[in-house]
């Protein structure tokens, strides 16, 4: 019992993972194993087409980068599925697994990483990942609304695993 009560105050952190559209059933089936495995808790999940006009809000911060038409075109491509993952340490542990932009310096630097195995080139990398916890809160709110100011865990992906 006490070790439960312990592991209730572990600090877990939220971050925002989107796995990006012209991704197959398959592998999308396999990143979200990948995440499970990794010690993630998938607090949310949906799937959506963005629009352009969020597109443009979701990178911003690119809008003047000569990509940036490129980038809002891939994103609103197709059905993108956006998580809201929890662990300790979240944010620095998504990116990590994802691995750099760029897939060919991902083969380099991270060969196990997402998007070392799985990018098609620096645009079209499969994956996101918010760079902090300020930006997880912004990003959130802009795509899943009020239930994050609902505050606290909303419901689980995995509610067909057994807890342990
Ligand atoms: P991230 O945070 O690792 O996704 O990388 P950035 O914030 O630097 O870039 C955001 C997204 O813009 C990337 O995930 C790519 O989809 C795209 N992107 C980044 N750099 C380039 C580039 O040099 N060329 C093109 N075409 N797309 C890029």
Redesign the pocket.
């Known amino acids: 019992a006490a070790e439960r009560e312990i592991s209730f105050f572990f600090p877990t952190e939220c971050t925002l993972a989107v796995i990006k559209p012209d991704t197959s059933e398959e592998l999308r089936e396999e990143i979200l194993g990948e995440i499970r495995a990794a010690g993630f808790t998938i607090s949310w999940q949906k799937e959506m087409v963005l629009t352009r006009e969020m597109a443009e809000e979701f990178?911003k911060q690119?809008r003047d980068k000569p990509?940036f038409s490129?980038?809002v075109d891939y994103m609103c491509r197709g059905p993108c599925t956006m998580l809201i993952l929890s662990k300790e340490n979240a944010v620095e542990e998504w990116r990590k697994m994802m691995g750099?932009?760029d897939p060919s310096k991902a083969k380099e630097t991270a060969p196990g990483s997402l998007r070392a195995r799985f990018a098609k080139d620096?645009?079209e990398?499969t994956v996101?990942g918010s760079?902090s916890s300020q930006h997880a809160q912004e990003k959130i709110q802009l795509l899943f609304g009020e239930i994050s100011s609902e505050s606290q865990v909303i419901s689980t992906g995995d509610d067909d695993e057994p807890n342990p």
Do not use: I, T
Request: charge should be neutral; proline fraction near 8%.
């Open positions: 990178y690119h990509f490129y980038l750099p932009a620096v645009l990398n996101h760079s």
